[in-house]
């Protein structure tokens, strides 16, 4: 019997957690292994900037398949999208996990980054078009892209438990020297954890493929029948019944509107929107707002948390792992705490808080490093920790989910998806993910060179700092309020006056009981830069 009601967006969003999954286990278990020996005498003892070409490939790979996905994605379904781009994970970590070159690993990690490319750009707009509860649908979407730094995590934790292990067993075998160096080198260390990756992938399959694609794609494709038969199945209630029609409604209505307003997008909309829906605007938006989430250095961070700790703070092989582990617990508790406050305190207020508690943060941190010595050291790895616990719960989670606005970051995510309007959610998504994996490129690849240059060092940091505290005047003149609205409600909030007396706007209006003082209280008077 297929999944009705409540089941269908519960698999939805266990699904999505487990596509995100994948793309933090890349990040914890590369940030474990770079400094390795094992990894290193099968890479041939890699210098800096090919250690920055194997961890920025990825990213650069994963821009690629937002690309595909913002050029394609209509061809196909939602869900067909995220079964291909598992797939096409899983032949990348084969690769990766055979590698005995840094060139094949590249190669690897080149698939592995095209089918996350995949599965960022379409999971959370997946996740939020199944939930019917507009309450919950940013907690949903939050809590999934969570799941991200539970996967770097455990990717760590699983990284450490092997080389424990390995510790354990030598001494309580009490092995001969010989066997023992083998036992001590073994590329398992560090090839098992990236081949673990295929069991995320293959779970993510497992869990989406009996599941439907969304109500919002059907309507869009023209397949009404489906639509229909997929609100039904959703709401649990015949699509005749007011709760159902109302749904099914406000999406056709959402639908007219885009396509009463112009037929394609305009270049120059991109810079200054003119147009009566704010398509243009929604996803530059979206695009600036993810960008600079992975400005602010969380990817730096994350995958050379150990070679940070232990290469430039100071600290000890041992305190550095066991510190990195602890780093992305603390991201993982955080951002599942930003899933209950964001509801709360609504996006804006959330994202403008820890902007600004980032900015000292890493200003302290920064400093602190300029001065290296242990004292210092200690507090600057204090400093870190403190950053990463404000960036958990709010531009963790809000930027992947300013409310499918604008679409993670997670916070980010959330609103970058939600303010895409639904003609162009798959294009707008997209091209704001990709904005991601662009600027996760260039900060993950050019930021160790860096800092081992002499000359520069310390100061990479400083970069960093510039746009956490950009993030302040953007989201405060640029980021209008989604929070407790539906996808439908959220193109009133941008649409321009002269499409309120059309049939169209008319009938979304009377849908979902908005109105012009409401869409002035959700604005909360940010600056309409076009």
Not at 244 to 252: C, F, N, P
Request: contains cysteine; glycine residues 8%.
């Amino acid at each position: 019997m297929s999944a009705q009601g409540q089941k269908i967006y519960l698999n939805a969003l266990l699904a999505g957690s487990l596509g995100f999954i994948t793309f933090g286990w890349d990040a914890g278990v590369l940030g474990g292994i770079l400094l390795t020996a094992e990894f290193q005498t099968a890479m041939g003892f890699p210098d800096t900037t090919i250690i920055s070409m194997i961890a920025s490939t990825f990213l650069l790979a994963s821009w690629l398949g937002c690309i595909i996905v913002a050029t394609l994605g209509m061809l196909l379904g939602r869900r067909t999208w995220i079964i291909i781009g598992n797939v096409i994970q899983i032949l990348g970590t084969i690769i990766s996990a055979s590698s005995f070159s840094y060139g094949q690993l590249i190669a690897g990690r080149v698939f592995i980054g095209i089918g996350n490319g995949f599965l960022t750009s379409m999971i959370p707009i997946y996740v939020a078009e199944m939930a019917v509860r507009t309450n919950t649908r940013g907690r949903g979407v939050n809590a999934m892209i969570a799941a991200a730094s539970c996967g770097t995590a455990l990717a760590y934790w699983v990284y450490g438990s092997s080389k424990a292990f390995e510790y354990i067993a030598l001494r309580l075998l009490n092995v001969s020297s010989d066997f023992g160096m083998v036992f001590a080198n073994s590329q398992a260390v560090w090839r098992f954890p990236v081949a673990f990756q295929i069991f995320w992938s293959l779970c993510t399959i497992a869990v989406i493929f009996p599941n439907p694609d969304t109500p919002r794609y059907y309507y869009a494709k023209g397949r009404i029948a489906d639509g229909d038969s997929l609100l039904e199945r959703l709401y649990v209630e015949s699509i005749t019944t007011p709760e159902v029609q109302q749904a099914k409604l406000s999406i056709l209505a959402s639908l007219e509107l885009e396509r009463a307003e112009s037929a394609s997008l305009r270049i120059k909309d991109f810079f200054w929107d003119t147009s009566e829906m704010q398509a243009a605007r929604r996803i530059r938006t979206g695009m600036i707002l993810i960008g600079v989430a992975y400005l602010m250095g969380i990817d730096m961070i994350f995958y050379y948390m150990t070679t940070i700790f232990q290469v430039y703070i100071g600290l000890a092989p041992l305190t550095a792992s066991a510190l990195s582990g602890a780093a992305t617990t603390v991201l993982t508790i955080a951002n599942y705490l930003g899933v209950y406050f964001m509801e709360r305190l609504g996006r804006r207020t959330w994202l403008i808080g820890g902007a600004v508690a980032q900015t000292i943060f890493l200003a302290i941190f920064t400093g602190l490093l300029s001065s290296p010595g242990p004292q210092t050291g200690a507090a600057a790895a204090a400093m870190l920790f403190c950053w990463i616990s404000v960036f958990g719960p709010t531009w963790g989670p809000v930027t992947k989910a300013f409310r499918q606005v604008l679409t993670t970051g997670n916070q980010q995510y959330v609103y970058a998806s939600e303010i895409m309007p639904l003609r162009y959610r798959h294009l707008g998504f997209a091209l704001s993910v990709s904005c991601q994996w662009v600027m996760a490129f260039i900060t993950v690849f050019a930021g160790p060179i860096a800092i081992a240059n002499p000359s520069v060092g310390w100061k990479t940091w400083i970069w960093f700092l510039v746009f956490n505290a950009l993030a302040v005047p953007f989201v405060y003149f640029c980021c209008p309020e989604t929070r407790g609205q539906s996808l439908e409600e959220i193109d009133l909030i941008f649409m321009s006056g002269t499409l309120n007396d059309t049939d169209a706007a008319r009938t979304l209006k009377h849908e979902t009981g908005f109105d012009d003082e409401k869409t002035k209280s959700l604005e909360e008077k940010p600056l309409s830069l076009g």
